[in-house]
T-cell receptor
Framework: GESVGLHLPTLSVQEGDNSIINCAYS??????FIWYKQESGKGPQFIID?????DKRQGQRVTVLLNKTVKHLSLQIAATQPGDSAVYFC?????????????FGKGTKLSVKP | DGGITQSPKYLFRKEGQNVTLSCEQN?????MYWYRQDPGQGLRLIYY???????QKGDIAEGYSVSREKKESFPLTVTSAQKNPTAFYLC???????????FGPGTRLTVL
C-alpha cells in the first residue's frame, strides 16, 4: 500500500546549525501535509502544514518545502536549538474524501549537540 | 483553556482484563481519533469518529472498541482480545475539514 516514509531515521546536528528532515510520500492524491514534533513521552505537537497548491511555507524558524514532482517533503529548522531535540513526523492527508484522516511516517529523531 | 486531555497518564492492567482509556476535548471539534504508537514507530490509526454516534475502524481496530455518545468524549476500550496491548495510546481531534489534528498527552498502557 501507499505510505509516508522518511529518508533518515536519525539526525544529529550542532547547536546553531540548520537542520533538514526529509520525507517521501507515494500517494499523488495527497493534498495536505503536516509536520509534527514529538518529545519523549508526550503527544505530537503541530509545527507547520502545507497544502498541495503551495511549494513552500515559512513559520518561525521553520520552513516546509513540497516537491510534488518527486513526491518529497522537507522540514528545515534554522539555528537549531537543544529544545528542538525530538522525533519529527510528517503526515499526509490522502484527500478523496478521507476528511482529516492522516497517514504518518515512522519519524526522524533529531539530536542537537551543544 | 481549550485542549484535549487523556487520562490516566500511566495504566497497568493484568492480562485478560478490559481497560478503558479516557479522551476529552473542549475544542468543539467534530472529529476524534485514537492512535497506537509502539517504540520507534509511527502512529497507527485504531478508530476514528467524524460525528457523534458514528465511528469507523482504522487500520488496527481488532481487539479495541469505542463509543461516541458526546461530542466532547471518545473513550477507547482495550479488550482482552487485543493480543499485544502494551503501547502508548494517543487521542486526537480535528475539524471535519482538512486540517491539523490536535493531540492529547497520551496514555501509556502496560499489561502485566
Amino acid at each position: 500500500g501507499e505510505s509516508v516514509g522518511l529518508h533518515l531515521p536519525t539526525l544529529s546536528v550542532q547547536e546553531g546549525d540548520n537542520s533538514i528532515i526529509n520525507c517521501a510520500y507515494s500517494n499523488s492524491a495527497s493534498d495536505y501535509f503536516i509536520w509534527y514534533k514529538q518529545e519523549s513521552g508526550k503527544g505530537p505537537q503541530f509545527i507547520i502544514d502545507i497544502r498541495s497548491n503551495m511549494d513552500k511555507r515559512q513559520g518561525q524558524r521553520v520552513t516546509v518545502l513540497l516537491n510534488k514532482t518527486v513526491k518529497h517533503l522537507s522540514l528545515q529548522i534554522a539555528a537549531t536549538q537543544p529544545g528542538d531535540s525530538a522525533v519529527y513526523f510528517c503526515a499526509e492527508n490522502m484527500g478523496g474524501g478521507s476528511q482529516g484522516n492522516l497517514i504518518f511516517g515512522k519519524g526522524t529523531k533529531l539530536s542537537v549537540k551543544p | 483553556d481549550g485542549g484535549i486531555t487523556q487520562s490516566p497518564k500511566y495504566l497497568f492492567r493484568k492480562e485478560g482484563q478490559n481497560v478503558t482509556l479516557s479522551c476529552e476535548q473542549n475544542l468543539n471539534h467534530d472529529a476524534m481519533y485514537w492512535y497506537r504508537q509502539d517504540p520507534g514507530q509511527g502512529l497507527r490509526l485504531i478508530y476514528y469518529s467524524q460525528i457523534v454516534n458514528d465511528f469507523q475502524k482504522g487500520d488496527i481496530a481488532e481487539g479495541y472498541s469505542v463509543s461516541r455518545e458526546k461530542k466532547e468524549s471518545f473513550p477507547l476500550t482495550v479488550t482482552s482480545a487485543q493480543k499485544n496491548p502494551t503501547a502508548f495510546y494517543l487521542c486526537a481531534s480535528s475539524t471535519t475539514s482538512i486540517g491539523e489534528q490536535f493531540f492529547g498527552p497520551g496514555t501509556r498502557l502496560t499489561v502485566l
